[in-house]
């Protein structure tokens, strides 16, 4: 799965607004079923549909387990048979050395095909701004996909810019093994 967003693809064509007001809350355990269901959906959007390695037990350990290093916000439409997960917002704590503060950074940002156009990832993306700005981190950081034109002018709408001069790198697989195999013997 890549880091990449995409809340922001437009509405399909006769997709109708939600009949309820969306309501943005912590992810609860019963949730993970949901989140797991758009992981592998954003994947497939993404041009990745087999990349999925995620199960939900893994996310159950990492999102509510001894010590969680990863958080996640949904977005719900509440019904008489309890919520209807709409969307979600993947993220965990960066920190800065510069600023010498956390920061968060955005892994994931998806909003189901049914529930764009209702401000679902507007709201998600704000309560992360709410809680850097309150906590006092002075970062939201996320990557997008350079073809993923609608989340572009999604995010620029909102005022968010691209960190030019700067470029993602990554050790993996094969590569990760290789230069963790140089790494000194410590005692």
Known sequence: ???????????????????????IRPAEP??????????NELAAYEREPDAVRTTEAMLQDHLFGKQPGVFAHVAAIPGADGD????????????????????????DLYVRPEARGTGSG????????????????RRLEWQVLDWNAPAIGFYDALGAGSLDGWTTRRLHGDALQAVAAQAPVTT
């Open 1 to 23: 799965m890549t880091s990449d967003t995409s809340a922001a693809q437009p509405a399909p064509a006769g997709a109708a607004p939600a009949a309820a007001p969306v309501r």
């Open 30 to 39: 019963r949730d993970v079923p949901h989140l797991l269901g758009m992981i």
């Open 84 to 107: 209807d997960v709409v969307g979600m917002a993947i993220w965990y704590l960066t920190y800065s050395t510069w600023e010498g503060v956390h920061g968060i950074h955005l892994e």
């Open 122 to 137: 507007k709201a998600l993306l704000a309560t992360l701004a709410a809680i850097a700005v309150e906590r006092g981190y």
